[in-house]
């Protein structure tokens, strides 16, 4: 597990992943960190990115079939889910084995 530093606020966890050294773990959270963190623009702004990310995706989850999300919605969406995946692949590529379940959680601070 990383420490948690004060840029940012916030603490990544690979959970669901037994099968990864302390080191191994260690290394892909630090590298899911700061993909995330380039792709979004720094680390104060990963945390406003996901809740932003997340209060879309309530707003929407009950728009009927005929309603889209605004553009503007639709780009905070692309935004997140954009810099997640990149940040997963930088997380993971490295260890060149199938990942299972492992997933990655951001904790606030």
């Known amino acids: 597990m ?63 079939l005929d309603e889209q999300a605004s553009e503007a919605e639709e780009q905070v969406i692309a935004l997140w889910e954009n810099a997640e995946a990149e940040a997963i692949l930088a997380a993971f590529r490295p260890l060149n084995r199938d990942m299972g379940d492992a997933r990655f959680e951001i904790v606030p601070l």
Request: charged letters at 20%.
């Open 2 to 64: 990383n420490k948690p530093t004060d840029a940012g606020h916030y603490r990544i966890n690979l959970v669901e992943c037994p099968i990864l050294s302390p080191d191994e773990r260690a290394a892909a959270e630090l590298r899911f960190r700061m993909s995330l963190e380039f792709s979004l623009g720094g680390p104060d702004q990963v945390l406003p990115s996901l809740q932003a990310y997340m209060l879309v995706q309530s707003l929407n989850e009950d728009l009927p």
